[in-house]
């Protein structure tokens, strides 16, 4: 057993004297993502059955929006090599999205209370205006077109 103890010292002591891993080389990239991330709000709060309550919940994804470009804005420049594409991509299709959900707004806004025809057919209309939003709402999908900020996304706290 005395044996035994030297060789756990020196086990210990190899252990503690081993460098520090490596730093993900990815790191500045994860830290972007982070910010984008922590930038975006979550949306919780469903459409309703009325055109003014479809007109609150879609006033509210494009206060989302806003805060998404914003939150892309304030995150600066991607710290990756060709990813200035991508953010004036993904910052595109907000901005189209933007303007179709104020054209929702508005065709919303026409609708009499208690006129379910107008309604149906106001959401009919919305709908086929919108047809760009589902990439909008997670500009992170195209943000992703990029493999180092995909990586980056799938290992930033909050993301």
């Given at each position: 057993?005395?044996?035994?103890?030297p060789?756990?010292?020196?086990?210990?002591?190899?252990?503690?004297?081993?460098p520090?891993?490596?730093?993900?080389?990815?790191?500045?990239?994860?830290?972007?993502?982070?910010?984008?991330?922590?930038?975006?709000?979550?949306?919780?709060?469903?459409?309703?059955?009325?055109?003014?309550?479809?007109?609150?919940?879609?006033?509210t994804?494009?206060?989302?929006?806003?805060?998404?470009?914003?939150a892309?804005?304030?995150?600066?420049?991607?710290?990756?090599?060709?990813?200035?594409t991508?953010?004036?991509?993904?910052?595109?299709t907000?901005?189209?999205?933007q303007?179709?959900?104020?054209q929702?707004?508005?065709?919303?806004?026409?609708?009499?209370?208690?006129?379910?025809?107008?309604?149906?057919?106001?959401?009919?209309?919305?709908?086929?205006?919108?047809t760009?939003?589902?990439?909008a709402?997670?500009?992170?999908?195209?943000?992703?077109q990029?493999?180092?900020?995909?990586?980056?996304?799938?290992?930033?706290?909050?993301?």
């Amino acid at each position: 057993m005395p044996r035994l103890a030297p060789l756990l010292s020196l086990l210990l002591i190899a252990a503690c004297a081993a460098p520090p891993p490596a730093p993900d080389p990815d790191a500045p990239a994860i830290a972007w993502a982070a910010k984008v991330c922590a930038g975006i709000p979550q949306i919780t709060v469903a459409p309703q059955e009325n055109a003014a309550d479809l007109g609150a919940f879609v006033h509210t994804l494009s206060v989302a929006l806003t805060q998404e470009a914003d939150a892309i804005r304030a995150a600066g420049p991607p710290p990756v090599s060709d990813a200035k594409t991508m953010v004036d991509k993904a910052l595109g299709t907000i901005n189209a999205a933007q303007d179709s959900l104020r054209q929702a707004g508005s065709r919303l806004a026409q609708v009499q209370p208690g006129d379910a025809a107008g309604l149906q057919q106001a959401v009919v209309d919305v709908n086929a205006g919108m047809t760009g939003l589902a990439d909008a709402g997670d500009p992170k999908a195209t943000l992703r077109q990029n493999a180092t900020l995909d990586r980056a996304f799938d290992k930033a706290a909050g993301c």
